[in-house]
């Protein structure tokens, strides 16, 4: 695994230079206090083994909630990653312990910089316009089942694209 990020890590440091938002249609979720908003993915090749999926998470509560786990029937795992300046290169890895929302906190991931989800060994190509489950489990709000609208990468950028390809 820790191979598998290190190779990743130069690609996608071109990434984060091309980072745009898609436009699309928005959707939300409630889970108790907290607000999803409007989860994406990006599409992704044949034979790419990785994809990157996006969405806000907003705390209206007064405490904070710890996002623990996330999973899908179309990868075998899914990870929250982090990217981050490290020395002179853009790197991914994983963020321990799930990722913190504080009270009056949202979180809006996005390609190329902060937070995303890494649906990681994927079942078959994510293409445009494919609707993908994603299950969030909360550490206190509990479970939320969200639809992941595939969005066509190649829209946002062809380079961006490829930050996602992880080989
Ligand atoms: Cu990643």
Known sequence: MKQFFQRAAGIAAAAALLATAPLSQAHEYKLGQLEIGHPYARSTVPG??????????????????????????????TEI?????EGNLMKMREVDGGLEVKPGQKIAMQPGNGYHIMLMGLSKPLKAGDKVPLTLTFEKAGKVDVTVNVEDAAAAGKDDMKGHMHH
């Not at 990653?81 to 300046?85: D, G």
């Open 81 to 85: 990653h982090t990217m981050a300046m």
């Open 48 to 77: 790419q083994p990785a994809g990157g999926a996006y969405f806000s998470i907003e705390n209206k509560g007064s405490a904070p909630d710890r996002l623990v786990a996330l999973s899908s029937p179309v990868a075998k795992t």
